[in-house]
DNA sequence: ACAATAGGTCAATTTTTTTTGACTACCCTG
DNA sequence: CAGGGTAGTCAAAAAAAATTGACCTATTGT
């Protein structure tokens, strides 16, 4: 399909729009997140729209995934400074809710 | 399906989020908006996905519509403050794009 | 050695969103 | 009174997003 991109607020508000996005993004706020971790954490979700909402979050440039080769051996997403940009206007989207 | 409503921002992303929303809500900062117009204005839009999204941006209380009962007898879009605060929404989410 | 945990992928299905086309009804102009 | 503009609605179809369940590899703990 043509994708015509006319307001540029448009594209970020589409990626952030996906069902756990919102959600994950509020928790990358608190602390680094881990795939099972969030998966337990996010009641109602699933692996695979986890796995695309993250992949997403990092194609575009929010969070960054990092393997943490100590002691138990695993992967950490944290919020980039692209990402942390987004906070207030996460703030002030919560302001108007 | 059960809605669980975990992030506060979550349901005005959403609602802002549908294809033609962010290009409707830019628009109507411009100028008041009128149906047909924005059809023309807004190409590879539809009636029906303009219709849809114009009644949940008025249902969320960012516009109003109101019908001009003189001269050509037509039907206006306009801002709402609260549609107004999210303009500096809008301009951050463009900073970042 | 075995089971559990971590972090996923893939294909198929279901659900939601968007699009299409037909159809209304009310003015206004010539 | 015919044609055009304005502002839609409705049902069906198509497209996109989300969910499910099976499967996979690597690392740990016991």
Excluded: D
């Excluded at 540029?8 to 959600?23: D, I, T, V």
Aim: aromatic content about 6%.
């Amino acid at each position: 399909m043509e994708e015509v991109e006319t307001c540029p607020a448009q594209r970020l508000l589409k990626m952030l729009s996906g069902k756990w996005k919102a959600e994950i993004f509020r928790l990358s706020v608190e602390s680094p997140l881990r795939f099972n971790t969030l998966l337990r954490q996010i009641q109602g979700s699933n692996k695979q729209s986890l796995a695309t909402a993250l992949k997403e979050l990092e194609e575009e440039g929010l969070l960054e995934k990092t393997t943490i080769k100590l002691k138990p051996l695993h992967i950490e997403y944290n919020l980039t400074e692209k990402g942390k940009a987004l906070i207030p206007v996460f703030q002030q989207l919560e302001g108007l809710s």
